[in-house]
């Protein structure tokens, strides 16, 4: 057995887990609205029993630290933080303010309302972030008092952008700017942001992130189901931009494919081959998302050297095989041992 660091999830949705095998909705945004109706289906007690079952799904799979984006209401948060305790994993909830657009159950009636909210789970001993939803969530004045309330309080701050062109085109229309753009001048770009996606960031959207010390966390299993497109990763890493990864919808649940498909991106943008070093994708994989989601100390994973993938591998070779050419099924959970 080897020890190293356990894999961070940096942005998960556990109730789309449910979804996983279904294959409607032409587009993104036909697909949404199956998950839509999910999300308005679904009881307090289903989201504590299915969040459990999601969350050893991770433990067993390597990453034991989460960052669970989550829209669903509050006390579906803290049946997500119970299911978190039961099935041994660390937990960043990061409580989605959804003001406008999606269903009922997403949304808060103002700012206020919402930061209520997010101090009551901080009251029960619940780690949090704030996750303005989206551009398309949150007006621009809330966005300029989420990332003022996120800085003032040294929390995380998660938000999804530039995910699809239509998402820009609305930005545009609206604000006059792109998603990015509008995040930096409503105060929300900084070194505890993470924006989730961009995979339709353009290069100065790009430079504003550098420049703040912003994240991204790239979901390469979830964007290719959905249609999301690439993210630039070459240009990301060529602008020393840190990124984490996620497994998002959980279409799959496997850190080593979401590492793997980063650096296969960069080297079908690129052409060329080890884009991103080996310790840089390890490091994706856990410290910075580890960073992200605003923890110190999380569970380290076991690989098990006498699995059948990593047969004749060289002991010098075992990290390389490892990224590149193994599934999540040589790890182990350490919670179990």
Same mark, same amino acid.
């Given at each position: 057995?080897?020890?190293?660091?356990?894999?961070?999830?940096?942005? $998960?949705?556990?109730?789309?887990?449910?979804?996983?095998?279904?294959?409607?909705?032409?587009?993104?945004? @036909?697909?949404?609205?199956?998950?839509? !109706?999910?999300?308005?289906?679904?009881?307090? =007690?289903? %989201?504590?029993?299915?969040?459990?079952?999601?969350?050893?799904?991770? *433990?067993?799979?390597?990453?034991?630290?989460?960052?669970?984006?989550?829209?669903?209401? %509050?006390?579906?948060?803290? @049946?997500?933080?119970? @299911?978190?305790?039961?099935?041994?994993? =660390?937990?960043?909830?990061?409580?989605?303010?959804?003001?406008?657009?999606?269903?009922?159950?997403?949304?808060?009636?103002?700012?206020?309302?919402?930061?209520?909210?997010?101090?009551?789970?901080?009251?029960?001993?619940?780690?949090?972030?704030?996750?303005?939803?989206?551009?398309?969530?949150?007006?621009?004045?809330?966005?300029?008092?989420?990332?003022?309330?996120?800085?003032?309080?040294?929390?995380?701050?998660?938000?999804?952008?530039?995910?699809?062109?239509?998402? %820009?085109?609305?930005?545009?229309?609206?604000?006059? %700017? *792109?998603?990015?753009?509008?995040?930096?001048?409503?105060?929300?770009?900084?070194?505890?942001?993470?924006?989730?996606?961009?995979?339709?960031?353009?290069?100065?959207?790009?430079?504003?992130?550098? +420049?703040?010390?912003?994240?991204?966390?790239?979901?390469?299993?979830?964007?290719?189901?959905?249609?999301?497109?690439?993210?630039?990763?070459?240009?990301?890493?060529?602008?020393?931009?840190?990124? $984490?990864?996620?497994?998002?919808?959980?279409? *799959?649940?496997?850190?080593?494919?979401?590492?793997?498909?980063? =650096?296969?991106?960069?080297?079908?943008?690129?052409?060329?081959?080890?884009?991103?070093?080996?310790?840089?994708?390890?490091?994706?994989?856990?410290?910075?998302? !580890? @960073?992200?989601?605003?923890?110190? *100390?999380?569970?380290?994973?076991?690989?098990?050297?006498?699995?059948?993938?990593?047969?004749?591998?060289? =002991?010098?070779?075992?990290?390389?095989?490892?990224?590149?050419? $193994?599934?999540? +099924?040589?790890?182990?959970?350490?919670?179990?041992?």
């Amino acid at each position: 057995m080897l020890t190293i660091p356990g894999f961070v999830d940096a942005h $998960c949705h556990a109730f789309q887990r449910s979804l996983r095998g279904l294959d409607k909705g032409a587009d993104f945004w @036909a697909w949404r609205d199956e998950m839509l !109706a999910l999300a308005s289906s679904l009881s307090v =007690e289903e %989201i504590r029993r299915e969040y459990v079952e999601v969350y050893r799904e991770l *433990r067993a799979n390597g990453y034991t630290a989460v960052g669970e984006f989550h829209y669903l209401g %509050i006390e579906e948060a803290r @049946a997500a933080a119970g @299911a978190a305790a039961e099935a041994g994993i =660390e937990l960043t909830l990061l409580y989605a303010c959804y003001l406008r657009g999606g269903i009922e159950r997403f949304r808060q009636g103002s700012v206020a309302e919402y930061l209520h909210g997010l101090e009551a789970l901080r009251d029960d001993g619940i780690r949090v972030g704030l996750a303005p939803h989206s551009v398309r969530a949150c007006p621009a004045e809330a966005l300029r008092e989420l990332g003022r309330y996120a800085a003032e309080h040294e929390l995380p701050l998660h938000v999804h952008a530039d995910e699809q062109p239509r998402e %820009i085109q609305e930005c545009l229309a609206e604000h006059g %700017i *792109r998603p990015i753009e509008l995040l930096d001048r409503e105060g929300c770009l900084g070194p505890r942001t993470t924006v989730v996606h961009a995979t339709h960031a353009d290069g100065h959207e790009l430079d504003l992130l550098c +420049d703040a010390g912003s994240r991204i966390c790239a979901c390469p299993t979830t964007e290719a189901n959905l249609g999301d497109g690439f993210l630039p990763v070459a240009r990301v890493c060529h602008r020393e931009i840190g990124l $984490c990864i996620g497994s998002d919808s959980n279409v *799959r649940i496997d850190p080593l494919e979401e590492l793997r498909e980063l =650096e296969g991106v960069a080297r079908r943008q690129t052409g060329t081959r080890g884009v991103i070093s080996l310790d840089s994708l390890l490091c994706f994989g856990a410290d910075e998302g !580890a @960073a992200s989601i605003g923890i110190e *100390r999380w569970p380290d994973a076991i690989v098990d050297l006498d699995h059948p993938q990593l047969r004749g591998v060289d =002991e010098a070779a075992v990290y390389e095989a490892l990224v590149f050419s $193994c599934s999540s +099924d040589v790890l182990r959970n350490t919670s179990a041992q």
